[in-house]
């Protein structure tokens, strides 16, 4: 037996049914029979039966991330003329690989004139694997151009950690008469094994002038403002 697909937590797993020979019995070929089994590691330590996974195929799912998981193919002859046996055979443990969390896309953000508690619009990290996540500023605004706030008013600094409540809640407040770049902001999600990040950019309309410029969004805020020239 053989198994094709990717082994990570959402993926199709596939049973290829392997080649028997019943030569002493005879036709009918072999009935065969799966079981999909899930270990703690490659020697297949803690195995056991996967419930209701008795299928040619396997749909992974979050109990078996970063677990090792492998299929038993039974074949039972007929027992004409001989009695009828079972033979089992099963593939090797395979590890179900880590998947990063997924963050928003870098994205702009539009950000008026000494305006307050803009919002930055941040959606929750995400992850299949059920990992706990942590969520780290990295990079903030530059100093005298803005500042990056919880909705609690807190400043942030950067290697603040935050929940994701905190994460989706975060405004940007410009200061009084800031002209120029206000920089970025940039926070890193980390399950344990993958790291990813966002940046979003900031951007609005100089002193002397309403139009709105367009900010990125991998949460940097850079070309935040615009001179009156703009």
């Not at 590691?41 to 109990?63: C, F, K, P, R």
């Not at 492998?70 to 055979?89: H, I, K, L």
């Not at 880590?98 to 995400?126: C, F, M, R, Y």
Request: glycine share 8%; net charge negative.
């Amino acid at each position: 037996v053989n198994v094709s697909g990717t082994h990570s937590v959402g993926q199709l797993l596939t049973a290829a049914p392997g080649t028997w020979n019943d030569a002493k019995d005879g036709n009918p070929a072999p009935a065969l029979t799966y079981q999909w089994r899930r270990a703690d590691d490659a020697g297949g330590s803690g195995a056991a039966d996967i419930a209701a996974a008795t299928a040619t195929t396997y749909t992974l799912t979050a109990a078996d991330a970063h677990k090792f998981v492998c299929v038993v193919e039974t074949a039972t002859d007929s027992g004409t003329p001989m009695p009828a046996q079972a033979v089992a055979v099963a593939t090797a443990w395979t590890l179900v690989q880590n998947t990063a969390p997924v963050l928003q896309a870098d994205k702009p953000v539009a950000v008026l004139e000494e305006s307050q508690d803009t919002a930055l619009g941040i959606s929750a990290p995400t992850d299949v694997d059920n990992d706990t996540l942590t969520i780290t500023v990295k990079v903030i605004a530059t100093a005298g151009k803005g500042t990056v706030t919880k909705a609690s008013g807190t400043v942030l600094a950067v290697n603040d950690v935050l929940t994701a409540g905190e994460l989706t809640g975060l405004l940007f407040d410009t200061v009084t008469d800031a002209t120029g770049a206000a920089g970025t902001f940039r926070y890193e999600v980390t399950d344990g094994t993958a790291t990813v990040s966002q940046t979003v950019t900031a951007e609005g309309p100089g002193l002397s002038g309403p139009t709105e410029k367009t900010v990125t969004s991998s949460t940097s805020l850079s070309d935040l403002f615009v001179t009156p020239d703009d």
